[in-house]
């Protein structure tokens, strides 16, 4: 049986930018039931409504609960948070046609101080998402980079961010504290993004499907250079080999030195 969870690149990937993203995984049948269950008022209800519950246990007998059992979707969360992980919240964001306004960049959670352990916020567009039609934008590698949630509302452009365009069934999962914003649509259609966060359950570590690396294409990863941070990249490289070893379970990972010169006091 082929093993659908992420690959170590893939999970080395998300340590560095904050998300992974899965283009056209959920089928196009299942995509049409979601846009219409969204237009029927079927997710209009309280979106803590079950906070805490298991994951499997949201949405029975509606479209999302097959959404979330597409067996790549299923593969990739698991990879992240574990196998069934506890219901958070969810959201219906809705960008109505020539809506030019759109969202100010911010961060969710700042308020959660985990370091290394991560909720996950899964975003799911069930149609088509051009350019002009504004999409999710994330901003790569900043998910270690905490402020308060509208303390970032005044940069509306960001070097290195990342505007979702995509074909319809296409699904980001990303870092509960990566900075994003939701787009203007200057279409005359509207836009929807279905929005997830789930918390762990387990430990996660070697959640995923570990791959053979190569130590160079590794460290080449967890040391990439995000325009934003400027002169203050080599933080982020710390936090991301803190991750990494957090992730691995092994406690003396690192590349480059980075950890190992600073951690030599006696």
């Known amino acids: 049986m ?3 969870r992420l690959t170590t690149p893939e999970m080395a990937e998300f340590v560095t930018n904050g998300y992974v993203r899965l283009d056209e995984v959920v089928p196009a049948d299942l995509c049409q039931r979601m846009l219409e269950e969204i237009a029927s008022g079927r997710y209009s209800g309280d979106i ?3 906070t805490g519950q298991l994951l499997s246990e949201q949405w029975v007998g509606l479209g999302m609960q097959s959404v979330l059992q597409v067996p790549r979707v299923r593969a990739t969360i698991e990879s992240l948070v574990g196998p069934d992980p506890r219901f ?3 959201a219906v964001h809705v960008s109505p046609a020539q809506s030019l306004r759109g969202q100010d960049v911010h961060q969710d959670a700042e308020y959660d101080l985990r370091r290394r352990a991560f909720d996950i916020q899964a975003s799911f ?3 088509d ?4 039609m504004g999409g999710t934008l994330l ?3 900043t998910h270690f980079r905490r402020v308060r949630e509208s ?3 005044r940069y509306q452009n960001i070097v290195g961010q990342v505007q979702t365009v995509c074909k319809a069934g296409t699904v980001i999962f990303w870092h509960h504290n990566l900075w994003h914003s939701g787009r203007g649509n200057s279409t005359d259609r509207v836009r929807y993004m279905f929005k997830v966060r789930m918390n762990p359950r387990v430990k996660q570590e070697k959640l995923w499907n570990v791959t053979e690396m190569p130590p160079r294409e590794l460290r080449r990863c967890l040391e990439k250079h995000h325009a934003w941070s400027g002169n203050d990249s080599r933080t982020e490289i710390l936090n991301r080999i803190q991750m990494w070893r957090f992730l691995t379970g092994d406690p003396t990972y690192d590349c480059s030195s980075w950890w190992s010169r600073i951690e030599n006091e006696r």
Do not use: R, T
């Open 151 to 153: 303390a970032i509302n």
């Open 88 to 90: 958070d919240h969810y």
């Open 2 to 4: 082929v093993d659908l």
């Open 129 to 132: 998402v051009p350019a002009e």
């Open 125 to 127: 567009f069930f149609h």
């Open 48 to 50: 803590f409504n079950g």
């Open 139 to 141: 901003v790569p590698g």
